[in-house]
Nanobody
Framework: QVQLVESGGGLVQPGGSLKLSCVAS????????MGWYRHAPGKQRELVAL?????NYADAVKGRFTISRDNAKNAVYLQMNSLKPEDTAVYYC???????????????WGQGTQVTVSS
């Protein structure tokens, strides 16, 4: 079993910053990719950022958000700066992970954490 545990969500004013963390635990052999998705009410779920050997960002967050990872800790982070009200959403951690018991990678998801940007 693999678990992804998120932290760091909350309420922040426009222009403020927030850092999300996600730590994977369990029978992990390797992590091929980690990232963050978000889902706002009335909007389509979107990929915010992804990190493999390189990084990829949604156009809406480029220049404001930074994704990073710590392989030794099986962790991924999302530093969010210059936050806007439209960034308000539930943010989900994602991992493409190979376990020690099976050679085929599987997708795993965190429970989601609420980020609210409001005055």
């Amino acid at each position: 079993q693999v678990q992804l545990v998120e932290s760091g969500g909350g309420l922040v004013q426009p222009g403020g910053s927030l850092k999300l963390s996600c730590v994977a635990s369990g029978s992990i052999f390797s992590i091929n990719a980690m990232g963050w998705y978000r889902h706002a009410p009335g909007k389509q779920r979107e990929l915010v950022a992804l990190i493999t050997s390189s990084t990829n960002y949604a156009d809406a967050v480029k220049g404001r958000f930074t994704i990073s990872r710590d392989n030794a800790k099986n962790a991924v982070y999302l530093q969010m700066n210059s936050l806007k009200p439209e960034d308000t959403a539930v943010y989900y951690c994602y991992g493409d992970i190979t376990t020690t018991f099976h050679p085929t990678p599987n997708n795993y998801w965190g429970q989601g954490t609420q980020v609210t940007v409001s005055s």
